[in-house]
């Protein structure tokens, strides 16, 4: 080719013929080479679609005449895209779903393209139609939305199932109300966001800067992995309040590996009609594992709404009495770590582990947190760990708890359960044991007393008693005056 281009004189080349006119060849060249640009350019080319609620019926999906349908952007659109969703200046909302293709964007703005971080100012949107089943927006790989307040859920805000969703990104949005008919899990919620694996590895799943509130069948965050999946989460700053449904749910099962990042979060009022809906609960079935951090998480429940079993955070381990034996833990593993939290005025337990499997390794954590009110009415405990539901479960359990506030319960302080009975393996170290904790646990004002454990070695070194000596039970709830709880050195002075 270069030595064709090379002969601007017309005259051909070495090796060419001079029988053989060389502008044709010239012509086919070119013409390929530029075919060739095209298609390069087609398939790297990012393009921007525009729909809005105010649309006319012609628009093309420019800014200037954008879309009236998601689903007109969903047909136009390619991977890499960016469709926005601008603002109605009346107050219109719109009505439809999307599924999104790899790479796209789905951002709220302003009708001069400025984007709605400010919750009151987000683009409203809603699925009445059939498409998608009433999802609004459907994910694939590496989609970023973000400026958008779903209202109205008859099914998922957002939803993946069944695909890779790695790379998704979720920030500044409002989720809020749901449809009176609506999809319903087994306790009849509908969930603003539901991400569903069954196979793969999962990563960089980001949800940050973002309101869940005013739902009575609605719940916040939903995580379910099964199969061989692994997964990978990050929570940030985002908010729940008067919802029906948990605002952190990740549930596995089979052979699933979920970790989870939950930080600066918030949440209150959580389990509206008199629901089990606690806030945070990682949900393990079959051989899964999972692995949590929440760090600085601030729970209450104002309103005191949810039954008995609506703790504030509750670890559990799938399994008997529950029916669904396939499904019943019998190898999970959970690392769950709380820090630099509070959790006040839960409706019960305050902070719920509760084993109901077989042969679980569980790895607990709780430091630098305050434990304030609560009417425990499970286990019995602002902290209660529920060590087995069957006699000889098998397993492990550790917990650690170190510079905590457990304050105000109407229950103890903490308790330790053994309900179904038999031999088990657990270190509990509030302060001076095998687990390191260096102690300075406050403990005030618990009105059944500080402990209740079984007849177990349990070591709180270096705690402050509220200047007494701690009040410690039995599993009969009976006061011992020679437990096993090995509490001194007793801190004279309170470290506050």
């Known amino acids: ?100 293709k790899p790479r796209q964007k789905l951002i709220g703005t302003t009708a001069n393209g400025q984007f709605l971080d400010s919750a009151g100012s987000r683009v409203q949107i809603t699925n009445t139609s059939d498409h998608l089943n009433g999802v609004i927006v459907q994910l694939s790989d590496h989609n970023e939305i973000a400026g958008i307040h779903f209202v109205n859920m008859r099914s998922y805000a957002i939803s993946a199932s069944g695909s890779d969703y790695s790379g998704t990104y979720i920030h500044h949005s409002s989720f809020s109300g749901n449809a009176t008919e609506h999809i319903e899990d087994e306790r009849g919620l509908v ?20 309101n869940f509130r005013d739902g009575h069948d609605l719940g916040g965050i939903r995580v379910f992995h099964s199969g061989n999946s692994r997964g990978n989460y990050h929570f940030q700053r985002n908010d729940f309040s008067d919802l029906g449904g948990r605002a952190y749910f990740v549930q596995s099962r089979d052979s699933s590996r979920v970790e989870t990042v939950i930080l600066d979060s918030s949440a209150d009022n959580i389990g509206l009609g008199d629901r089990n809906s606690d806030s945070i609960i990682p949900y393990l079935m079959g051989q899964s594992e999972q692995i949590m951090l929440i760090r600085n998480y601030h729970f209450k429940n104002t309103k005191q709404v949810g ?30 770590k709380i820090l630099d939290s509070v959790i006040e005025n839960s409706v019960t337990d305050p902070i719920q582990f509760s084993n109901s499997g077989r042969n679980s390794v569980l790895i607990y954590e709780i430091r630098n947190t305050k434990i304030l009110g609560g009417n425990p009415q499970q286990g019995g405990g602002a902290i209660s760990l529920n060590l087995q539901s069957v006699p000889n479960s098998g397993g492990s359990t550790t917990l650690l708890a170190e510079n905590n506030d457990i304050i105000g319960s109407t229950g103890f302080g903490f308790a330790m359960n053994n309900r179904g009975g038999g031999d088990f393996t657990a270190i509990v170290d509030f302060g001076g044991g095998a687990l390191g904790s260096l102690g300075n646990n406050r403990f005030i004002d618990n009105e059944r007393g500080e402990m209740r454990v079984p007849q177990t070695r349990i070591t709180a070194h270096n705690n402050w008693w509220d200047g007494e000596v701690p009040r410690i039970y039995n599993s009969e709830d009976e006061l011992m005056e020679n437990s096993r709880v090995e509490i001194e050195p007793v801190l004279r002075d309170d470290p506050r």
């Open 1 to 100: 080719m270069n030595q064709l281009l090379a002969c601007g004189n017309g005259l051909p080349g070495p090796g060419i013929p001079r029988s053989i006119s060389i502008l044709p060849i010239l012509g086919i060249i070119l013409a390929f080479a530029q075919q060739s640009v095209r298609q390069h350019s087609s398939a790297d080319e990012i393009n921007d679609y525009y729909v809005s609620a105010d649309a006319g019926v012609n628009g093309d999906g420019s800014q200037s005449k954008p879309f009236l349908l998601l689903s007109q952007a969903e047909s136009a659109s390619a991977a890499g895209d960016t469709i926005y969703l601008v603002a109605s200046n009346r107050a219109g909302l719109l009505d439809g779903g999307i599924a999104l």
């Open 191 to 210: 969930y603003a966001i539901s991400l569903d694996a069954t196979e793969g590895d999962l990563d960089g799943i980001r949800i940050e800067d973002s």
């Open 307 to 336: 039954n008995r079993s609506n703790t504030g955070i509750e670890a559990f381990m799938f399994g008997q009495p529950r029916p669904d034996q396939a499904n019943w833990c019998t190898a999970c593993k959970l690392t769950l």
